[in-house]
């Protein structure tokens, strides 16, 4: 059986931005709901490297985590107030990002760091397609050497809100990348939006299948380092990106892919990671997603659903109705740009 997390961003930024779930309230109510661990998103009013800047504040915010029964899945860090593709500094603003966060990582004994390519993919109207990839893998290999020396995968979230977004290109650039510590970051949400309806995409002709997911899951065989549940229903949210419907309100065909996961995405760890970024009420969301999640969880092993859950008591602050999703609000909103 696979260990189930969820992304900490969804509480904090986006429709919750102003009136955010305080961390610890998150860790007591996923501790109650049954949650193995938590993502960090490490923005907004949650905990950061800025907030948590001595080796102290950091142990006292690991105990937090790990006296509830909970650990860490991974990490996403503030990085989209970076440039990549067009970096003029031969990207050493963005390495000085990347190190301050994995550290912070490593003080919390995370070890899973998650990137993108932090710029929009209109980008390649303006740079030449293999220049820009280039700069790219030139410095996710640098990245890359650096989470080896701290014991760290570095993954990979390819979306439509980011440049590299065609299916063909998501597998050049990391067989490009090509460290052993680096792969793709599989949410079936950008899955769903890459492989089938091709939002966003630039750099060639449009590449879409009504299987997509599943293919592209089979085309990244080998290739993925980690997972991320979410349903979607095609569209775009208001930032641009991927929309992160709750578990059962969208168009994917989970089992399928999620076998397809298990057997062959030569993950090293167990993680699946529920992710419903900027998505409006996402506390009240989480419970459903994560029975929703355990369900897959026990077909994909061949066994009854169980749920550890508690009787939750957990409550916390209702978000606008209306979806206002992702990332890039994130510097707006007080931190995660992230696009799901």
Excluded at 67 to 80: T, Y
Excluded at 175 to 202: I, P, W
Excluded at 321 to 331: E, G, L, N
Aim: glycine share 10%.
């Amino acid at each position: 059986m696979h260990r189930v997390s969820i992304g900490t961003w969804a509480y904090s930024v986006g429709p919750y931005a102003d009136n955010p779930v305080p961390f610890g309230e998150v860790v007591k109510g996923l501790k109650e709901m049954g949650f193995d661990g938590l993502e960090l998103g490490a923005f907004g009013a949650h905990p950061t490297p800025d907030n948590h800047p001595t080796k102290e504040s950091r142990q006292t915010l690991r105990d937090l985590v790990e006296s509830n029964g909970l650990q860490f899945s991974g990490i996403a860090g503030d990085m989209w107030s970076e440039k990549l593709v067009n970096a003029e500094d031969g990207g050493r603003s963005y390495l000085a990002t990347v190190r301050k966060n994995m550290e912070f990582a490593r003080d919390l004994g995370i070890t899973l760091f998650r990137v993108d390519t932090v710029q929009s993919p209109e980008i390649l109207d303006t740079v030449e397609k293999g220049l820009a990839m280039d700069r790219v893998v030139q410095t996710w290999r640098k990245v890359c050497r650096m989470g080896a020396d701290l014991g760290m995968l570095v993954t990979w979230e390819f979306e439509p809100g980011f440049v590299f977004n065609r299916p063909s290109d998501i597998v050049a650039l990391v067989d490009a990348v090509g460290e052993k510590n680096f792969g793709a970051m599989f949410d079936t949400c950008h899955a769903y939006t890459c492989g089938v309806v091709g939002l966003r995409q630039t750099g060639g002709p449009k590449e879409v299948s009504a299987d997509g997911v599943l293919d592209l899951a089979k085309t990244l065989r080998g290739k993925i380092n980690a997972i991320q549940v979410i349903d979607c229903d095609g569209s775009l949210n208001d930032h641009h990106t991927s929309t992160h419907n709750p578990m059962g309100e969208g168009n994917i065909d989970f089992p399928p892919v999620m076998k397809e996961l298990a057997a062959h995405s030569g993950s090293p760890h167990d993680w699946w990671t529920i992710d419903l970024c900027f998505w409006p009420d996402a506390w009240p969301a989480t419970k459903k997603c994560k029975q929703a999640v355990d369900a897959l969880n026990a077909l994909v092993a061949g066994k009854p659903v169980a749920s550890k859950a508690k009787k939750s008591s957990a409550s916390a602050p209702k978000a606008r109705t209306k979806p206002a999703h992702p990332k890039r609000a994130a510097k707006k909103n007080g931190g995660r740009g992230k696009r799901r």
